[in-house]
């Protein structure tokens, strides 16, 4: 069966970095859209970062552009999300969700498959 897993969630300080990953399985990676969304306490899903299959198009959220980077491996089947500057804001657990459409979606229910998620936590 499909399988999302990520890992590299932790706690940083305001301004520090960290690098999420998300190792997939059971799917023809290189056939989605791979995205990050993240979810804060109290709050809906939100749409944070995709790339198409081919990794020619990348979007990103107001919130973090200029500040994250999406990236992916089709030879490892492994996407990542490179987060700079963190604010505490930032503070959420976040998932890597697959998208067999293929078209990039910004929309959580356009996805097919979702990982279990990891908490970031970014202190002031």
């Known amino acids: 069966q499909v399988q999302l897993v990520e890992s590299g969630g932790g706690l940083v300080q305001a301004g520090g970095s960290l690098r999420l990953s998300c190792a997939a399985s059971?799917?023809?990676?290189?056939?989605?859209?791979m995205a990050w969304f993240r979810q804060a306490p109290r709050k809906e899903r939100e749409f944070v970062a995709v790339?198409?299959?081919?990794?020619?198009?990348?979007t990103y959220a107001d919130s973090v552009k200029g500040r994250f980077t999406i990236s992916r491996d089709n030879a490892k089947n492994m996407v990542y999300l490179q987060m700079n500057s963190l604010k505490p804001e930032d503070t959420a657990v976040y998932y890597c969700?697959?998208?067999?459409?293929?078209?990039?979606?910004?929309?959580?229910?356009?996805?097919?498959?979702w990982g279990q998620g990891t908490q970031v936590t970014v202190s002031s």
């Open positions: 969700a697959a998208e067999s459409a293929g078209i990039g979606s910004t929309i959580h229910r356009a996805y097919d498959y």
């Open positions: 059971g799917l023809t990676f290189s056939r989605y859209s």
């Open positions: 790339i198409t299959w081919s990794g020619g198009t990348t």
